[in-house]
Every structure is written in C-alpha cells, then in structure tokens.
C-alpha cells in the first residue's frame, strides 16, 4: 500500500472514529428534531389516523405476498414422514387439510400440508433432509439419501402444487407458475460421512445448503452444544475448512444454524460467499448457544448472508410458551444490528412441538407481515426483502461466487486419518490395509 | 500370428485412414492384416460396447482419489506408476485405439466395507469417475442412455457410462438405489463376492451363509423397483440361483457385464448352460469377460479362448445374446493377445476367420445386442409399478442391523406399516406373457432392424477419431457442474440492491402515512461499506466496528488458483474473494 493510501486511510478512520463518538448524536438529534417539525406540520397525522385494522393489513400482506415469493428456510416434514410413513407415500394426502387425517391429527408438529401452504402463500420451502446424530458414523449417508429422494418423489407425486427448485432463478420461476418451490438442505455436517466426494454427490442430488453440524460435533466442525465447554477443535478444523471452501465452488449454501459460536466465526472468515442462519434466533433476546450472538450479527452484515428466524417457543424467549411478538422482536433485533437486508424467516415447522400463540402453522405467515406493518420502519420495499427477497439476494451471490470459480479443481482431499481415528468401528478405511479383492 | 506393439499401431494408422465407409467381408483364408483392417472398418461403422472396467478402483488405490497428477487422455503406459501395474490396462488413448464406442466405469467397492460405509465409498467413486471424465472432454463424454451411446459414437468420443459392481453398496436401500439412478448409474451388478441381505452370490470371501438361495422377496422388490426405473440388471457374481430368480422375476432383459461359460471352465462365477439358453427367452445379454480364470480357470489363454467362450454362448442362446465386457483394470492375467483396451480389434480380426460369423453378427456381438438390451430397458413398463419405498427388509438377519445401522425410526415398526408386498409376480415365468413387453414404442434395436440405425458417419472417420464438427466440446478442463447458461424463459429479476430504494407503487396502499423514519440511528449504509453504526444501545458484546476495509475482491481464478499443488494439506493458497478483515476478536462467553 502506498503511503499515500495509508495517510488517506489514516484520515478516513480518525474521521470515522468523530463520526462514531459525536456524529451519532448529533444525528439522531437530528433525525428527533425533523421528525417532530414533520409530524408537527403535518397536523400530527400519524397520532390522529387510527392504525389500520388487521383485516386491512392482512390484505395488504398478501398482496406483498403474491408479488415475491414468501421463502422458508426450514422444515422437518421428510423426518415426520420417515417417522409416521416409512417413506411411503403412496397414500399420503399431502393436497388434503392434514389436520383431519389421522395418525397425523393428533402429532403435536403436524403444521404443514399443501393446503395450509397455499393459506400461508408459501412461495418456497427448503425442505429439511435430517437424520439423526445417533446415525452419525454409521447409516446416516444411507437415511440422507433416502429423505432426499422422499423430497424429489414428493415432488413428483403432487406436480401441481410443487416443484423442485435448485436455484435463485427457479424460485422465481416456481412462484411465476403458481408452485410452491421446493428446495433440498440437509441439515448436519454428519450426513456427508466427512466425504466431499459425498458433498458433491448431494450438490448433483439437488442439495442447496447444508448446515454444518447438528447437535453433534463432526469430526470437523463444533457444534453449539458443545459450546463452551465440550468445544473440541475451537470451531472448524483445517479439514473443515475445505468442506466450507467446496461448498463456496459447488454454489452450496453454508448453513451455520446449530454450530458453535467459534464455528461461526471460523466460517465467516474463510467462506468466499454469503451464508445463511436457516432456522436460528438471537442471543440477545435469549441467551442460549443455539443462538446467533450480537458480535456474529455484525459479520454478518459484512458477509452479506442472512439470519432466519425460528419459530421454537424456547429459542424465541427461552420459555416453553412464547407469541408472535417474540419473533418479530428477533425479526427487529437482527435488523437493527445486520440490517433489513439480512433477515428471513426459518420457521422450523414440524421440527418443533410447541409454537408461538399466533404462528400455529405454515398458514400463519401472513401475520407476521400484518404485525410488521403496524411499525413504520418496515417499509413495503423491506417486507418483500424479509419475506425472499433477501434469501434470493444470497442465493444468487453464491451462484455468483461458483461461476466465478469455475477455474477452481475440485477439493479431493480424504479427511486426514487422524481427524477420525476414534470413529473407524464401523467404517472401511480403504485403500489401506485391504488385499486385493477385485474382478 | 498377431502383430504387437508399434507395429500395429502403423499397420492400423495406415489401413484405418483409408478404410472404406463400409466393411467388407474378407475371406476366412485373407491375412492377418487384411482381416484387422476388415474389423477396423466394421468397428467404425457399428459401435463396439464394453461392458466392465475397474479404472476407478485403481485410482482410488493408486492416487486416493487425488487427480492432480492424472489425465486419462495421457498415454498412461508411459506414466509412473500406471506403466508397472499389472492392473493398469486403459487409458483413452488406447480406448480410441481399441475403438471402442462406449465403456461402462465399474462403481466398485469392497465387500470388506459391507454393512460399513459402502454408500460413501460408492458415492466418492461415482464422484472420482465423473472428474475424470470431466477432465478429457475431448475425447469422452458421460452418458445415460442407449441414443446418447449412438450419439457419442457418432462424433468419435467414447461414450462413458457407470454401473455399481456389487448389491451391497446400497445399503438394502430403495432410496440409495434411486440415488444411484439419478447420478446416471445404470446398471447393478446385485451382488459382488459377498451376499447381500437379499441376494445370493456365487462365491464368498467371508463364508457366510446367505438369508435364501437365490432372491428373497425384498430382491424381487427390488428387482421390479430396477426394471421401474430403467436401471440394467447385471448378474454377473451372482449365483446361479439368483440369476434363476431374475429371470423368473425382472419385466426387462437382464445383462451379464463381466462372466463366462461355466461349461468351459468350472469357476464358480461362470454361467451354467441352463441360465445361458434362458436368456433367449430373456433377451438378455451375456457380455464375456477376457479374464484368464474364468476362462481358463487360470492357464495361460489366448485370443482363441475368448472365442470359445463366444461360441458356447452363441451356440446355447444364440448370436442376439452375446457382447464383450473385458473388466480390464480389474484382471492382472490376460488372454495373449488382448493385453489392453487397444486389442478389441484383434479379436473381430480372428472372428473374421470363422464363415459362420457374419458381418452383422459381429456387429451384434461388438454392441448391438447390447444396445438392443438397453433400449428395451429404457422402455416405459406397460403396467407401472408405483416406486418402492425403503425398508422393507423384514427379511434381514438380525446382525444385519449390529453395529452400524442406527435404525431410524424405529427398530421394530407396528406390522401395520408393513403391508403386504405391493406386487407379486403374476405369472412365474413372465417373458412368456407377451404383453409384459409391449410392442410399441417401437424399438429402434429389435432385430432384424426395422429401420436403419442412425449412424451418423457417412464419411469414414480419420482414424483416430476426430470429433467431427457438430459436437461441442467444452474447453474447460473442469467444467462447472451447472450450466450458466439458462434455459428458463422467466427472466432475471432485479433484485433489490443493498442501496435502500424508495418503494415502488403499490396496487394496494398503505393506509396510513409514510413518513421519515423516526429512527434516531442514520440509515444503514449500502452493503458492502462498512462504515456501518450500531443503535443508539451499545451492545457491550460488540466489537469496535470494523475499518472501512478494501471492496475489491482478490483476483479469481488464473494463477490464484491452483497454482502451488505442494502436497501439504494447505496446498491451496486460494485468494478470497471477499473483503480483507482484521482480525476477530472473539467476546468471552463463559
């Protein structure tokens, strides 16, 4: 860097640093002063003008609704349909109203059927392919196989209704045709069985994000449960890095939901494109290491990714009860420290059991948005960015981000032998020790 | 006498080039070079099918999967470590030599991985061959389907294909064998040299007794699920129980990728004549290995022996159900003769002797028949059978779920869940049925012809292929995965930038006043400038904000990317496109 440039920069931080200290308050003194003189002008308008009522803010939620798709970044269906169904959906009356259909009837996560989805105008759900942390050296690539193809046949047996999505043009296309996008993530970095052959097998299987641990650790990553004290590598190992690097090629979403704070942070300083929280709340508001902390809010706004929020009770207020207020005190607490532009909504339907009073089921979208209309800060332009188009924002920058490194070789490193000598019971290391058994 | 080495190379550079566009019968009594030109000529014309290689075994055994130092389209009988492995039998070069029109890259994993990790083993082999092939896409391509195999041979690169060598990589998993299909996997061998849960095999190497001779109800499952999906069946390792089973079970004909005759050598892998004739009634294809222990049970073996083999299954089942399918790669012992993939021709050369053998039969025996086989595969059942659904195994041994499986959701579902196989066989021996193979869509393959095979070539092509003009060859070595040209018609919105825009007009108007923001903390800055303020509340957690930090993202790609390939595991230095930071500092949660 030329001296110049240093001198410039030493100029530009001394200003931002008056800036920061004194520039604040004599801003927002005056923001306080023209606002008051405007609604002083304008015959106080605002204090007379009753709020409008919920009927008249519901409508003008679904007409932002239905001009951009709504997109949710997490639902647990495909578990509930292994859990209920053995993956056999044949019978499965997805296209009727669930909650009339028994076993699901009386299933306390039953929030989401067709019908349901078309009442809460969803425009595009990732569907969650999970699998337990139980699974984790064992079957679970198999069971995450299986749920992805459960996604891709659900697909395929209710055509007019859904269609499968794998990329930021085609939930636009999907919500131009009237069909729900239906978007594959899998949700725990032990699906992939510490096998990047195996993450690019899911990116041709039509997975878009993958978060990156679950409530376990892998060999690579650290999860929140681990946090502070069963912290095992201080967030991504070198291995791990690659894993994040491969995604930043493939154009995977890096799903940091359920990892540690240390994971974070680790992420966030060598991801080459924007991440996403799928389903996560703030620390802020509910001090618990599922949460996103305030700190890892403000990278995120510099990464350009994006927080969406869950809709668990004991995430929301750290209580086993909690209302639509809650999520949309979170909604507000992460625009106020990312910014409009990085907030969306991660619902966690059918993977939770209880639910915000006000937010029973996919259906209950729309209120979300009504709420938010009541507070003058949220601006049409900012209601459609929350809804999708923040999250299409992001998708397309990480597509933009694997065009730009189709030059890149595939990363073909095996996870070093070390990282996973604990955990070879049941699993093959080839190509060591093994004669030779071919033809 | 065969002619080796260099030698033969120019005598076939200097006959290939100036072959006729169509092959003409030599006499039996013609010279050697005379017949190699004669089956040079005929193996341009009509595609030649492999059916077996092991490529992807050696290079997970040699180079870990690693390709940094590897390119098929070199000449890897002058490479370390390819040139001294008995092993090593192929590269594209000698495939082009060999003229060969479509390979199958064996999926293989070892049984010692059985009820271990086998589906990450699979996948990261499916994953290897797809980089190699993406790395020569000059002179091959991966296809799906028998009209792909065509196409490819049409503009002169060899058409790869996959198929999975061994049932117990699935995982007994419906959902991993849609997987498979999906990744263009299309055929499976059922089993390898271990049972699987619902398959017998001809000879293991852990002596453990199988849950049934032949298939168990769950196999004829999944049987059915293959035929469903347009997935080829290979029988090849299984017993002949099991093939028995198939044949008696499968809507679609099955295939033998890699066998012999067991009349000619008694290996426990080689067909019995009584599985061989019923493949007439099949029309299946037996595709027969040049390995030296099933032909010979391990003597010494030349051209003739392959031949033998040919003609056992010729003669049991006829001309329409014979194809080649070497397993080169996967053999260190190989007829004298037929050492690479370079020799195919060699062996039409020594058919040519023999006056029973016609031209068109040659042609049946290089890759129409199996052509034939994969087309009628590909054809929609008459009766679709809805998709099988995952696990049904109640045919699984109880150590089958031992270490390894956590069985998710529930080890012992409500019987309820279990309903009764959706399908059973109507007829025991349906291809007797003539309704299971519908007669329409017509099959381009059935015999004799009904119309021509569209062969593209009118002129004969410069040996060794050259694409021809009209097929595309992408530059990039690596090329990306995703298309970046898009199809959709729905263009490319806007989107809303990070600069706050007024809102557009809205059909529906709010209802009460916008007004200025009464926010005291200044707008938000346009992403990606940082100088970005926090609310009025200082959050103690926070950090200082960060320094307006540099925009300009790191070059990409060029000599920022895989320019140092040292072998430590930070090889990579890549340049980050993203903003330089400062270093984080972490808060102290306790």
């Known amino acids: ?439 | 006498m065969v002619l080796t080495g260099v030698p033969a190379l120019m005598v076939a550079l200097v006959l290939g080039t100036s072959a006729s566009p169509l092959p003409v019968r030599v006499s039996p009594t013609a010279s050697h070079q005379e017949r190699l030109k004669a089956a040079r000529a005929l193996l341009q014309e009509s595609p030649l099918v492999d059916g077996h290689n092991d490529l992807a075994w050696n290079v997970r055994m040699i180079l870990h999967n690693k390709l940094r130092t590897f390119n098929l389209s070199s000449d890897l009988t002058q490479e370390k470590p390819w040139r001294k492995s008995p092993y090593s039998q192929t590269d594209l070069p000698r495939l082009r030599r060999g003229l060969v029109a479509a390979q199958f890259w064996s999926v293989y994993v070892p049984c010692e991985a059985q009820y271990m990790n086998t589906v990450q083993l699979l996948l990261e082999q499916i994953d290897v061959i797809k980089r190699i092939i993406a790395a020569s896409p000059r002179e091959t391509k991966l296809v799906t389907s028998s009209g792909e195999i065509l196409e490819e041979f049409g503009c002169g690169r060899v058409a790869s294909l996959l198929g999975v060598e061994g049932g117990h990589g699935l995982g007994s998993s419906m959902g991993v064998l849609r997987a498979l299909y999906d990744l263009g996997v299309r055929y499976l061998t059922l089993t390898h040299k271990c049972h699987t849960p619902w398959a017998e095999c001809s000879e293991t190497i852990n002596h453990v007794a199988p849950n049934a001779p032949g298939l168990t109800q769950y196999g004829k499952e999944m049987i059915l699920e293959m035929n469903r999906l347009g997935m080829m069946i290979d029988l090849s390792h299984s017993s002949s129980q099991t093939a028995r089973d198939v044949l008696a079970t499968t809507r679609a004909p099955v295939i033998f990728s890699h066998s012999a005759a067991f009349a000619l050598c008694d290996a426990p892998m080689n067909i019995p004549d009584d599985v061989i004739s019923a493949l007439v009634e099949n029309d299946g294809v037996i595709m027969v290995s040049f390995y030296n222990d099933f032909l010979t049970c391990g003597k010494p073996s030349n051209i003739a022996s392959v031949i033998e083999h040919i003609n056992h299954v010729r003669t049991m089942a006829g001309v329409d159900h014979v194809g080649v399918g070497a397993g080169y790669d996967g053999i260190n012992r190989t007829p004298e003769g037929l050492e690479d993939v370079s020799k195919y021709p060699e062996l039409f050369a020594e058919l040519l002797q023999d006056p029973s053998w016609s031209l068109q039969d040659l042609k049946k025996l290089a890759g129409l028949n199996f052509l034939r086989v994969f087309g009628k595969v590909e054809e929609p059942l008459s009766l679709p059978l809805p998709p099988s659904h995952f696990p049904p195994p109640v045919h699984l041994p109880p150590n089958t779920f031992s270490s390894p499986a956590y069985p998710f959701p529930s080890p012992n579902p409500s019987p309820s869940l279990h309903p009764t196989p959706f399908y059973s066989p109507p007829n025991p021996l349906p291809f007797l049925s003539p309704n299971l193979f519908p007669l329409s869509p017509p099959n381009p393959f059935s015999f004799p012809p009904t119309q021509p095979l569209p062969s593209p070539p009118t002129q004969p092509l410069p040996f060794p292929h050259q694409p021809l003009p009209f097929c595309s060859t992408p530059h990039n070595p690596f090329p990306s995965p995703h298309p970046t040209s898009s199809l959709s018609p729905y263009p490319t919105p806007s989107l809303p930038s990070h600069n706050p825009s007024p809102s557009p007009t809205n059909p529906h108007p709010i209802p009460f006043p916008s007004l200025p923001l009464p926010n005291p903390s200044p707008s938000l800055p346009p992403h990606p400038n940082p100088p970005f303020t926090h609310p009025p509340q200082p959050n103690p957690l926070l950090p200082p904000p960060p320094f307006p930090p540099t925009g300009e993202p790191a070059p990409v790609g060029g000599e920022a990317f895989g320019g140092d390939h040292s072998h430590s595991r930070h090889r990579r230095q890549v340049a980050v496109p993203v903003q330089v930071r400062q270093p984080r500092q972490r808060p102290h949660l306790t």
């Open chain 1, 1 to 439: 860097m030329s001296a110049r440039r240093r001198c410039e920069r030493g100029i530009l931080r001394l200003l931002f640093a008056a800036m920061t200290r004194w520039g604040i308050v004599l801003v927002s003194w005056a923001a306080w002063a023209s606002w008051a003189l405007l609604t002083r002008v304008e015959g106080g308008a605002l204090t007379d003008r009753e709020a409008p009522s919920l009927a008249e803010r519901l409508e003008h939620a679904r007409a932002i609704l239905s001009e951009v798709p709504l997109i949710d970044g997490h639902n647990d269906l495909v578990m509930n349909i292994r859990t209920v169904l053995e993956n056999q959906l044949e019978d499965f009356p997805f296209d009727k109203n669930l909650t009339e259909v028994e076993p699901w009837a009386s299933r306390s996560n039953c929030h989401t059927d067709i019908p349901r989805l078309r009442a809460g105008q969803v425009g595009a759900q990732f569907w969650s392919a999970y699998v337990p942390c139980r699974s984790q050296y064992k079957n679970a690539l198999t069971q995450t196989l299986e749920q992805i193809d459960v996604i891709h046949r659900l697909v395929d047996k209710f055509p007019e209704d859904l269609q499968l999505v794998t990329s930021s043009e085609g939930i636009l296309n999907a919500h131009a045709h009237g069909k729900i996008g239906c978007m594959v993530g899998v949700e725990g970095g032990h699906s992939m069985d510490s096998s990047l052959g195996t993450l690019r097998t899911f990116y041709r299987q039509g997975v878009r994000y993958m978060t990156l641990t679950h409530m376990c650790n892998t060999p690579w990553a650290d999860n929140s449960a681990a946090e502070p004290e069963h912290l095992e590598f201080d967030g991504l190992t070198a291995w791990g890095e690659t894993v994040v690097k491969e995604m930043n090629r493939l154009g995977m979403l890096v799903d940091i939901s359920h990892v540690a704070s240390q994971t974070m942070n680790d992420v966030l300083d060598i991801t080459r494109a924007p991440v996403i929280f799928s389903h996560s709340d703030t620390r802020a508001l509910c001090n618990i290491t599922r949460n996103i902390p305030d700190d890892v809010l403000v990278r995120l706004h510099e990464n350009g990714g994006i927080a969406m929020v869950n809709f668990l009770p004991d995430f929301l207020s750290c209580s086993s009860t909690a209302t639509l207020q809650d999520v949309v005190a979170h909604i507000n607490h992460i625009r106020d420290i990312a910014g409009p532009d990085h907030v969306g909504l991660g619902s966690d339907y059918e993977g939770i059991t209880t639910v915000p009073e006000g937010l029973e089921d996919v259906s209950k979208y729309p209120y979300i948005f009504a709420e938010l209309l009541l507070d003058p800060k949220w601006t049409d332009e900012d209601l459609k960015k929350l809804a999708g188009m923040n999250l299409i924002r992001v998708f397309q920058e990480v597509e933009r981000v694997r065009d730009q490194l189709a030059g890149e070789a595939p990363w073909d490193a095996f996870i070093p032998s070390e990282d996973v000598a604990d955990h070879l019971d049941c699993v093959n290391p080839w190509p060591l020790d093994l004669k030779d058994p071919l033809t």
